[in-house]
C-alpha cells in the first residue's frame, strides 16, 4: 500500500506536464487542443508506469490514474464546449464586456464577458454581478468597452421600501422606477470659493478657485433633500 501511495505520488508531480496542455488549450479552442492535453497525460502515465518496474502498487496507482483521467477528460470537455459557445457568441459582440446570454431571464446567471475581435477574450466569466448586491443585474446600458456592466440593484433589493419616488443613496437624491436601476436626480453637491494666497518678492497675491464640496442626502421616501 505504501509503494501504492508512493506511485500515486509520482503520478501527482508528473500532472503538472498535464496542465501545461491545459493552459495552452485557454490560449485557442476546439478539439485539436483538448486532444493534446490528453495525449500529454497518456504519455505520462506510460512513462509512470514504466519507472515502477511492474509492482503491485502499478496496478493500485494506474485504477487511480484512470479515474482522475476519466474526471479530468469530463472537464476538458467542458471547458471545450464552454470555450466554444463563448466563442460563438463573441462572433456578432461588439468590442469590450458584453452580458452573456443567459442574463436576459433575469432568474439565471447574472454575469458578463469580455469579447474582442470576434472572440472570447477573458478566461471564461469574468465577472457574476452577485458582487455588485443582491439582486443586480447585467445590462448592456453602458459604454464603450464597458457596455456590458452590473447594474445597482437599489430599487430591487428593497433600498425602494415605499415603492417608486424618490430617495437617498449612496448621498444622491435618486429616484425609482419599478425593478430599474436608480437615475440620480442630484448628486448633493455644490462649488464653493477658496483662495490660494502666495508671496514671491514681497508681493503678496490670491486668487480664487472652486471646488466640489459633497454635502449628503437626508429624509425619507419623497421627503428627501441634500444637506447643502
Avoid at 130 to 149: A, D, E, F, I, Y
Avoid at 182 to 192: A, D, E, K
Wanted: proline share 3%; glycine share 10%.
Amino acid at each position: 500500500m505504501f509503494r501504492a501511495l508512493v506511485t500515486v505520488a509520482l503520478l501527482r508531480s508528473s500532472y503538472g506536464q498535464v496542465q501545461e496542455a491545459l493552459n495552452a488549450d485557454d490560449e485557442c479552442s476546439g478539439d485539436t487542443c483538448s486532444l493534446n492535453a490528453l495525449q500529454v497525460k497518456s504519455k505520462v502515465a506510460q512513462d509512470l508506469l514504466a519507472r515502477t518496474n511492474g509492482s503491485h502498487a502499478v496496478q493500485e496507482a494506474h485504477e487511480v490514474q484512470t479515474h482522475l483521467e476519466k474526471l479530468d477528460t469530463e472537464t476538458l470537455l467542458d471547458h471545450s464546449v464552454q470555450q466554444k459557445k463563448w466563442n460563438n457568441f463573441c462572433k456578432n459582440a461588439p468590442e469590450g464586456q458584453n452580458c452573456i446570454p443567459e442574463s436576459r431571464d433575469r432568474s439565471k446567471l447574472q454575469a458578463y464577458i469580455y469579447c474582442s475581435a470576434g472572440r472570447q477574450l477573458s478566461a471564461g466569466i469574468q465577472k457574476t454581478c452577485s458582487n455588485g448586491g443582491t439582486g443586480s443585474w447585467c445590462q448592456m446600458t453602458g459604454s464603450g468597452l464597458t457596455t456590458g456592466h452590473c447594474d445597482d440593484p437599489f430599487c430591487r433589493n428593497g433600498g425602494a421600501y415605499a415603492g417608486n419616488g424618490m430617495y437617498c443613496h449612496n448621498g444622491n437624491i435618486v429616484t425609482c422606477r419599478g425593478n430599474e436601476p436608480p437615475v440620480v436626480v442630484s448628486t448633493c453637491s455644490q462649488q464653493v470659493p477658496y483662495q490660494d494666497c502666495s508671496s514671491s518678492n514681497g508681493h503678496y497675491s490670491c486668487s480664487t478657485s472652486w471646488r466640489t464640496e459633497y454635502c449628503g442626502c437626508s429624509g425619507g421616501h419623497n421627503y428627501v433633500h441634500c444637506n447643502c
